[in-house]
């Protein structure tokens, strides 16, 4: 009895160093140099707008457009830890996706809709490269992140009484995204993370296409996006 007592003993004492050196290399995992790559998928809302102005006034001319979409995204990242020191954990990446998000509605003369007028929008292709900061705890990073953003943006404008595409512009929008996530290491190779971004798309500035009125006015389009998604990596 005496001897089964010891060997259970050994036996759970051997299983619990495993598990704290399997925990340790975990750890490891997210806090030592390297690349890893990743896929993730998740939900995302934008508020896509225009203000448009006459040609060579700084004034809007009344005419505005204030859209929300909701859709998912998807796609995949790459990034690397360049330093680690202590607990803290500094790096970049870089992500590429798509956004399937869309939204249409009356444009509106001085806050009242015109229904003769429908402007429409739709996301795309999108990207950052970004910087990451994050602090370790056990197995679990919680970091921030923040850098440059791009994304294919489309603004329609349909001439709803002759149902006709009056304006269609395509443009692909630069400006800034910053987050905050919490990854976590599975194994010594594989981590799970959740993510939340904001992003701001800034402004472009684009003049009918249209024969009938080219030149007339200019509309100044905006994107800003809310995302929440989940992402699996590998790293080497």
């Given at each position: 009895?005496?001897?089964?007592?010891?060997?259970?003993?050994?036996?759970?004492?051997?299983?619990?160093?495993?598990?704290?050196?399997?925990?340790?290399?975990?750890?490891?995992?997210?806090?030592?140099?390297?690349?890893?790559?990743?896929?993730?998928?998740?939900?995302?809302?934008?508020?896509?707008?225009?203000?448009?102005?006459?040609?060579?006034?700084?004034?809007?001319?009344?005419?505005?457009?204030?859209?929300?979409?909701?859709?998912?995204?998807?796609?995949?990242?790459?990034?690397?830890?360049?330093?680690?020191?202590?607990?803290?954990?500094?790096?970049?990446?870089?992500?590429?996706?798509?956004?399937?998000?869309?939204?249409?509605?009356?444009?509106?003369?001085?806050?009242?809709?015109?229904?003769?007028?429908?402007?429409?929008?739709?996301?795309?292709?999108?990207?950052?490269?970004?910087?990451?900061?994050?602090?370790?705890?056990?197995?679990?990073?919680?970091?921030?992140?923040?850098?440059?953003?791009?994304?294919?943006?489309?603004?329609?404008?349909?001439?709803?009484?002759?149902?006709t595409n009056f304006e269609s512009h395509k443009n692909t929008m630069v400006g800034g995204t910053v987050g905050a996530g919490v990854e976590y290491a599975l194994s010594t190779h594989v981590t799970?993370?959740?993510?939340?971004?904001?992003?701001?798309?800034?402004?472009?500035?684009?003049?009918?296409?249209?024969?009938?009125?080219?030149?007339?006015?200019?509309?100044?389009?905006?994107?800003?996006?809310?995302?929440?998604?989940?992402?699996?990596?590998?790293?080497?």
């Open positions: 009895m005496k001897k089964i007592l010891i060997a259970s003993l050994l036996m759970s004492t051997s299983c619990a160093v495993q598990a704290m050196a399997d925990n340790v290399a975990a750890a490891n995992t997210l806090s030592a140099p390297g690349w890893y790559f990743g896929m993730q998928v998740g939900s995302a809302s934008a508020r896509p707008s225009m203000v448009q102005y006459d040609l060579g006034d700084t004034n809007p001319n009344g005419w505005t457009w204030n859209g929300r979409g909701k859709g998912s995204v998807s796609g995949v990242y790459l990034g690397s830890n360049l330093l680690t020191k202590d607990k803290v954990v500094m790096g970049v990446e870089a992500d590429l996706g798509y956004a399937n998000l869309r939204d249409e509605g009356s444009e509106l003369y001085a806050g009242v809709p015109d229904s003769e007028w429908l402007y429409g929008w739709k996301s795309g292709l999108q990207g950052s490269l970004r910087a990451r900061v994050g602090v370790m705890a056990g197995n679990a990073l919680f970091y921030v992140t923040g850098g440059i953003a791009m994304g294919r943006q489309t603004f329609n404008v349909y001439d709803d009484a002759s149902n799970a993370r959740i993510e939340y971004r904001y992003t701001d798309f800034g402004k472009v500035s684009v003049t009918p296409n249209n024969d009938g009125y080219d030149g007339d006015y200019t509309d100044k389009h905006g994107v800003t996006q809310e995302s929440l998604t989940v992402g699996v990596a590998y790293r080497f």
